[in-house]
Nanobody
Framework: QVQLVESGGGLVQAGGSLRLACAASGRIFNVNLMGWYRQAPGKPRELVARITGGGFTNYADSVKGRFTISRDSAKNTVYLQMNNLKLEDTAVYYC????????????WGQGTQVTVSP
């Protein structure tokens, strides 16, 4: 059984910072993509950032220059450093892990709330 455990969400004032972490545990091998998505009330889930096993990254335009994704492949852990947070960053943030060799997998975390206040 694979579990993704997220941490680091919370309440922060606009302009502040938070760091999210997501650790994958259980029998999980050949992890390729690790990423973060978010969903605000009444809106569809959207990609925030993702990183490949080789360290290539891509970001949503709305977070470029403010958020940084990184990973510790030995620990199957992905991080999201969020700086200069804005009100519109308020959402539930979900961790996503994809990979596999013979059989592909795609796992999601339960989500962590990030609330940015004025």
């Amino acid at each position: 059984q694979v579990q993704l455990v997220e941490s680091g969400g919370g309440l922060v004032q606009a302009g502040g910072s938070l760091r999210l972490a997501c650790a994958a545990s259980g029998r999980i091998f050949n992890v390729n993509l690790m990423g973060w998505y978010r969903q605000a009330p009444g809106k569809p889930r959207e990609l925030v950032a993702r990183i490949t096993g080789g360290g290539f990254t891509n970001y949503a335009d709305s977070v470029k220059g403010r958020f940084t994704i990184s990973r510790d492949s030995a620990k199957n852990t992905v991080y999201l450093q969020m700086n200069n947070l804005k009100l519109e960053d308020t959402a539930v943030y979900y961790c996503n892990v994809q990979g596999g060799s013979l059989v592909a997998f795609d796992y999601w975390g339960q989500g962590t709330q990030v609330t940015v206040s004025p």
